[in-house]
């Protein structure tokens, strides 16, 4: 029999880890298949970077973590619900449960020095608790002190004092906002109250009683599982079917790939990010066209100007959600989930059997970008027209006046330089796209 690896020195030495911080763990079943799910560590699945600047101009550049879920969408906390599956014909919901309750309650936590003793990230969960109940007790503390100071002012004045005055709804909604800001905070901050290793443990304790009860392996949700080579869940993949892998050309163990459930996961969340998005469009432009009094104050040339940058904005902003749509790109991603950052995937990294999908794939994300490239111009043209615009608005001079409106040209002819530039700039971006496509197949025998 081997010895156990030794533990690190942050498991040697500290104070015990206390029971509470142990991941709760829900039995249920659904239809012949029982499940165990649990809260675990999960990989980064991408990094969304924002930058800002302030008078002084000091740049703080500050970054998002989200990471891969097997059950649901990407989450930005580092512990992800995941779940094992076992058939129900072979060990029932209550002796699951029982196996699973007295495995736990015989798991030794062990030590761990203080700074260990938590997950990732839980400094910022507690500062958002701190910032929620801070801003929610100001607002209501505001609240408090202006009802007395207007109702003596309305009694004064020989009329009854209504709760419905936009002077209180203001801060009554940021007293709101503040508490749910603190609820989301704590929220975070108890599921991070267990630290990563301890999840992982129980994890892997979990899978071995489930192995052992039932004489098989139990499937597992977790995609960093299934591309080891184990059993999947056996609810979304009950045909047991893994991740595919091959090997490169210069003989490296390539990427493992999504599967079907993994690709069509992925299209029906960009599907409902094409509905969200085109709602806020909506909801923009209505807002727009109401407060615009329905563009009757804008003249020709300001009309054209909106038309060019709102088609140009709306296009841009659909083309990221249209993309997560295509199962093409979905099949073959640019990057792959890491343990602290995403790996991206290079030419040298596909296998030899999935380089035409993958060139194909990158075929039709460099179409892509020939269209978005078309709505920037869209605005570009829009900007240009309103820049013109206002120079002539703005003019004293009666010869500066002249020169900028010869300058400006017939709605009909701008339209169409406009339509000419964006069939130009949509028609070179394509014929780059398939030079570098026969380019990347040419590199590696393609061609």
Same mark, same amino acid.
Do not use: H, K
């Given at each position: 029999m081997s010895m156990p690896s030794?533990?690190? $020195?942050?498991?040697?030495?500290?104070?015990?880890?206390?029971?509470w911080k142990l991941p709760a763990v829900r039995v249920r079943q659904e239809g012949g298949v029982i499940a165990v799910e649990q809260r675990v560590p999960a990989r980064v699945s991408n990094i969304s970077v924002s930058t800002t600047s302030n008078d002084s101009g000091h740049v703080r550049t500050v970054r998002t973590y989200y990471f891969e879920?097997?059950?649901?969408?990407?989450?930005? +906390?580092?512990?992800? %619900?995941? /779940?094992? &599956?076992?058939?129900? @014909? *072979?060990?029932? /919901?209550e002796q699951v449960e029982q196996a699973v309750k007295a495995a736990v309650s015989s798991y030794d936590l062990g030590t761990a020095a203080p700074g260990k003793q938590w997950g990732p990230g839980m400094g910022s969960r507690l500062a958002m608790v701190g910032f929620g109940a801070f801003f929610s007790l100001l607002s209501f503390s505001f609240v408090i002190m202006t009802i007395p100071l207007m109702r003596m002012e309305e009694e004064t004045q020989g009329r009854s004092f209504v709760?419905? @005055?936009?002077? +209180?709804? +203001?801060? $009554?909604?940021? &007293? *709101?906002?503040g508490v749910l800001i603190m609820v989301i905070g704590l929220r975070s901050a108890w599921i991070l109250r267990t630290p990563d290793f301890v999840a992982e443990e129980q994890w892997q304790l979990l899978r071995s009683v489930l192995t052992r009860m039932t004489g098989q392996q139990p499937g597992s949700? %977790?995609?960093?599982?299934?591309?080891?080579?184990?059993?999947p869940d056996l609810i979304t993949r009950p045909s047991s079917e893994t %991740? /595919? %892998?091959?090997?490169?050309l210069d003989g490296r163990m390539g990427p493992a790939w999504p599967d079907a459930y993994s690709v069509t996961k992925t299209v029906r969340r960009g599907r409902l990010k094409v509905l969200l998005t085109s709602s806020l469009i909506i909801v923009i432009l209505g807002f727009f066209y109401v407060f615009s009094g329905g563009g009757a104050g804008l003249n020709t040339g300001r009309v054209i100007s909106v038309i060019l940058v709102g088609t140009g904005m709306v296009g841009?902003?659909?083309?990221?959600?249209?993309? $997560?749509?295509?199962r093409l790109l979905a099949t073959y991603p640019t990057q792959v989930p890491g343990e602290d950052a995403p790996r991206r995937i290079g030419l040298r990294d596909v296998d030899i059997d999935n380089l035409p999908g993958w060139c194909a794939s990158r075929l039709r994300q460099d179409y892509w970008n020939a269209a978005a490239s078309g709505f920037w111009v869209l605005c570009a043209a829009g900007g240009v027209l309103l820049f013109i615009e206002r120079s002539s608005e703005h003019s004293t001079?009666?010869?500066?006046?002249?020169?900028v409106s010869a300058l400006f040209l017939s709605v009909p002819v701008y339209i169409g330089l406009t339509m000419l530039a964006v069939a130009t700039t949509v028609v070179v971006s394509?014929?780059?796209?398939?030079? /570098?496509d026969a380019g990347r197949r040419r590199l590696v025998g393609l061609a």
């Open positions: 030794p533990a690190p $020195a942050s498991r040697r030495y500290g104070p015990a880890i206390a029971r879920s097997g059950l649901g969408s990407d989450s930005r +906390l580092p512990l992800v %619900r995941e /779940r094992l &599956t076992v058939p129900a @014909s *072979i060990a029932g /919901r709760f419905d @005055s936009p002077v +209180l709804l +203001l801060p $009554a909604g940021f &007293t *709101i906002l949700s %977790r995609p960093l599982d299934v591309e080891a080579g184990l059993r %991740r /595919r %892998r091959g090997v490169t841009l902003a659909l083309m990221p959600s249209l993309q $997560a749509c295509d001079d009666a010869s500066d006046a002249s020169a394509v014929v780059w796209a398939r030079n /570098r």
